[in-house]
């Protein structure tokens, strides 16, 4: 047996598994894909979009330097807790072609970062971008006086085997979609735009801008145009659940769906969704402070002074390395991607792409 800390992109939880189980993420590695750590006492925290490793606590102005933790005057770590949960991947999508190759009937790409663009009512290519007026002549793109391409994006048709999250936070059309994932418009998708902003709309073009109340053509790419699916849901069986906002240390349990109790300190945990170490909640919402005041671990659920898992995990890191390997039709998500069992897999429009590994050494802390 092995006890192995837990977390997912808000939280982490101190769990006992099998040690044919303990394949989370080790010490000095980026666990952006797992938000689980090997190393007891350690929660995934996430520095950047690229890279997340696991320490025991985070601090916004602290940077590694000459073999050791230093004090930065420029924020270098986000500090927001990595979970299982919210590291999905994008569901597999059906039939997926090559670049160039016509996928007007799936809308599948291979190649991850493609898309399907639509030229007309009869062709539709997969591609990294699209220009209206480009043309593909003599193994060359060339540019034209006419209008070529609509490059529309086609909305990849999932394959028999994938699976979609339910949707419970749908968002309604215009408005930020980023963290439900789905839309109240039934004829409507949720498309990512950067990784700050998706929104709900009933079709995607990369260079279409809302300038005065319409869409306006931009010679410039605005829309990453990756669909994003609704993300998994914590497992929450338990008794005595608590409200956002208030103590939930005795019970671990939690009322609004996605919330988790998290650890502050020894006198305190609350329900939520999310966790930054050193964000306080001043003014009816979250301020960032240069310190760190929450310690962001999970306090399990309990039921009948029993604890329950909030995830079953077979093999981590199986899972991770088939996120890498295989070819996804997004680019980089917002966030990023794993499907972990019954309870904690999950689905988002896109993974965080692996960087070259950060040089980041074993450490007690991050003080």
Known sequence: MQVVQLAVFGFAMTQVVHAADANCTKAGEDCSLTGCCATEGHKCFRKNEHWSACNETCAPYRVWKDGKWQDSTEKTWDCEAVLPHQVARVPMCKDPKNDGEDCSETGCCSKKGSRCFKKNGHHSSCNATC?????????????????????????????????????????????????????????????????????????????????DGAWAEQNETVWDCAVVYPPAIPKMDCDDPKDDGQDCRDTGCCKKTGSICFKKNDHWASCMDRCWTNKKWEGGKWVEKNYSLWDCGVIAPKKKHEPVRLYDISDAKQVAEEATSQKWPSSLPLLAALAFGLVAGGSIAAFRRPRSREVLQESDALE
């Not at 007026?133 to 209008?147: I, L, P, Q, R, S």
């Not at 839309?183 to 990784?195: E, R």
Request: charged fraction near 20%; glycine fraction near 4%.
């Open 131 to 211: 220009t209206p007026n480009a043309k593909w002549d003599k193994d060359k793109w060339v540019t034209t006086n006419e209008t070529v391409w609509a490059c529309t994006v086609v909305k990849p048709v999932l394959a028999e085997s994938a699976h979609e999250h339910k949707c419970n936070s749908p968002s309604d059309n215009g408005l930020d979609c980023s963290v439900g994932g789905c839309c109240k418009d039934a004829g409507s998708t949720c498309y990512k735009k950067n990784d700050h902003w998706s929104s709900c709309n009933a079709s995607c073009t990369p260079n279409m801008k809302w300038v």
